[in-house]
């Protein structure tokens, strides 16, 4: 079934409107100022607005699908509004689908203050009608609770208009009214209380929009003239490129415009320096106090990568579904090992366990591209300082990628991606500030 372009984009704007209530309470950032009482009201309006807008045109678009024949009646010419609300309301009740006349009320109430919030001016008769359904008739005075049967009359109105392409007109009819539970249709009102946990995933977050925001002007710089990373080549001497090899050039060309000072890139050093000091902030909190130090990183780094440990046996699954207690671990591990490996039970089982924790303290590869190649191409100066850095993001991801394979995927880690940055790292350390290549 092909979803109408403006059924879509409605639809995604009312999903972004209720997000962006929720990033706003819950902003670590955020003060409890004096407007805060207003916060509501103003999601209200905007909801308001975009909510007659999804309905009318859901209507439009699903009388083509209506087993019953009841939409058709929101469209007569030639009436108003409250007509042709009661309109609809009555051809739903004579199919036989007991809707919940409430729902139309607010319905009819929210598309008058709909109106009065696009028009910016009152109608005598509209501003009656929302008085009498408990709406306050001045739109600064909008609370959550109106937020509620806002979101409320428009989850119940959807559903209704749903209801008409699936609803059988010869199959008994339900006596029992159909109505959308309030706990399904609440806003939710997060009190953007942090918890301790909740900074590490912060400064996470912060070091993931850093890499992107350099990462977006390092590509702008490598298709600027001075600096196109394809100049003198033909499009056969790029077809016979491999992948990490046009990487190469990529980044290289890039690292030639820091290291000239070209300004869109040179603009981002204080940036690269707040991300170095967000890193190492993260290293100590999130990964030396989970209780990864670099010694026991390098420890079982050594376990999964000796030629004597098997990552195929299927019982390393059950280091990846839960939490092993050391003592069944040291078991299961000695239950699958043979006894002439060079490594003991303790030493793998806290392999898994450190691997696990790998996994949880960094993700992703974001310390890695960010710290090997992002900033020693903004801030060539300082590439050593970054790129030693890198070292110690690489063993954790390294980590993280050995445990993940053997315990999901009963394979042994094998990444030419990650190497290639730890190469890149390497040579733009050797080259520091030198000529190009």
Same mark, same amino acid.
């Given at each position: ?293 670099? @010694?026991?990183?390098? !420890? /079982?780094? #050594? *376990? %999964? ?6 990552? $195929?046996?299927? =019982? ?71 790129? @030693?850095?890198?070292? !110690? /993001?690489? #063993? *954790? %991801? ?6 993940? $394979?053997?315990? =999901? ?29």
């Amino acid at each position: 079934m092909n979803v109408s372009e403006f059924i879509d984009s409605y639809s995604d704007d009312l999903i972004y409107i209720h997000e962006a209530r929720s990033a706003l309470l819950t902003h670590p950032l955020r003060g409890d100022y004096a407007f805060w009482e207003y916060l509501d009201a103003s999601f209200c309006r905007i909801l308001a607005v975009f909510m007659i807008g999804a309905i009318e045109t859901m209507l439009e678009s699903w009388r083509g699908r209506d087993r019953i024949g009841v939409l058709n009646k929101y469209f007569i010419k030639n009436v108003s509004n409250d007509e042709r609300v009661d309109s609809l309301y009555a051809a739903f009740c004579k199919a036989g689908i007991q809707v919940d006349k409430q729902v139309f009320e607010d319905y009819l109430a929210i598309k008058y203050l709909r109106n009065t919030i696009v028009h910016g001016r009152w109608k005598e008769h509209e501003k009656k009608w929302l008085d009498s359904r408990g709406f306050p008739t001045d739109t600064r005075k909008l609370s959550k609770e109106h937020l509620d049967r806002i979101e409320s009359a428009y989850q119940n109105m959807m559903f209704y208009i749903f209801r008409t392409s699936v609803t059988d007109p010869n199959a008994p009819k339900p006596a029992k009214l159909v109505k959308l539970a309030e706990t399904v249709t609440q806003c939710a009102d997060p009190t953007g209380i942090l918890k301790f946990r909740d900074v590490n995933r912060i400064i996470w977050n912060n070091l993931g929009r850093i890499d992107a925001h350099i990462y977006t002007d390092i590509k702008k710089t490598v298709v600027a003239k001075r600096y196109d990373w394809t100049q003198r080549r033909s499009q056969v001497d790029l077809e016979t490129l491999s992948p990490e090899e046009c990487k190469r050039l990529f980044y290289f060309a890039a690292r030639r415009a820091g290291e000239e000072g070209y300004e869109h890139l040179v603009r981002h050093r204080d940036l690269a320096k707040e991300a170095l000091a967000f890193w190492r902030e993260y290293w100590q909190r999130a990964v030396v106090s989970s209780g990864l130090n670099e @010694g026991r990183i390098q !420890r /079982a780094l #050594q *376990v %999964f990568a000796n030629p004597h440990f098997k990552p $195929e046996i299927p =019982e390393w699954s059950v280091f990846g579904i839960r939490e092993v207690p050391e003592r069944d671990a040291r078991q299961l591990v000695e239950s699958v090992l043979r006894g002439d490996e060079p490594f003991t039970s303790e030493q793998v089982a806290d392999a898994f366990q450190a691997g696990k924790l790998a996994y949880k303290v960094i993700p992703n590869i974001i310390p890695v591209a960010l710290f090997t190649v992002r900033l020693p191409i903004v801030d060539p100066a300082d590439t050593i300082i970054y790129v @030693g850095e890198a070292t !110690r /993001a690489v #063993q *954790v %991801f390294k980590l993280n990628r050995m445990w993940y $394979e053997c315990v =999901e995927c009963h394979r042994s880690f094998t990444d030419a991606g990650l190497n290639f940055y730890i190469q890149l790292g390497q040579e733009f350390a050797q080259r520091l500030c030198g000529p190009s290549g």
